[in-house]
Nanobody, 127 residues
Framework: QVQLVESGGGSVQAGGSLRLSCASSSYTLRNTCMGWFRQAPGKEREGVANKSVYGGTIYAESVKGRFTISQNSAKNSLYLQMNSLKPEDAAMYYC?????????????????????WGQGTQVTVSS
């Protein structure tokens, strides 16, 4: 059973920063394409960032220049550094793993491409 565990969420004021982490004790994250998604109340889950095993990254337009996805292979962890947070960034954030080494840009942020999901970590941004 693959388990992904997110952490690092919390409450922050607009303009602040948070770093989310995703770890697994049963799955080697560097061997697969990884992504971060978010879901705000009343809204559909949306892709935020994607990272292939080759190091390429893709971001949603709404977070470009503010969020950075990265990985630490030694710690088997995935991160999402979130800077200049806005109230509209508030959501439950999920990490996910896709059964591929990379995804084309057209589908890299599509939920359907990912088959393993964490339970999520909550991010609240106050104005």
């Amino acid at each position: 059973q693959v388990q992904l565990v997110e952490s690092g969420g919390g409450s922050v004021q607009a303009g602040g920063s948070l770093r989310l982490s995703c770890a697994s004790s049963s799955y080697t994250l560097r061997n697969t394409c990884m992504g971060w998604f978010r879901q705000a109340p009343g809204k559909e889950r949306e892709g935020v960032a994607n990272k292939s095993v080759y190091g390429g990254t893709i971001y949603a337009e709404s977070v470009k220049g503010r969020f950075t996805i990265s990985q630490n292979s030694a710690k088997n962890s995935l991160y999402l550094q979130m800077n200049s947070l806005k109230p509209e960034d508030a959501a439950m954030y999920y990490c996910a793993a896709a059964p591929r080494r990379w995804l084309p840009s057209s589908s890299s942020l599509a939920q359907s491409e990912y088959n393993y999901w964490g339970q999520g970590t909550q991010v609240t941004v106050s104005s």
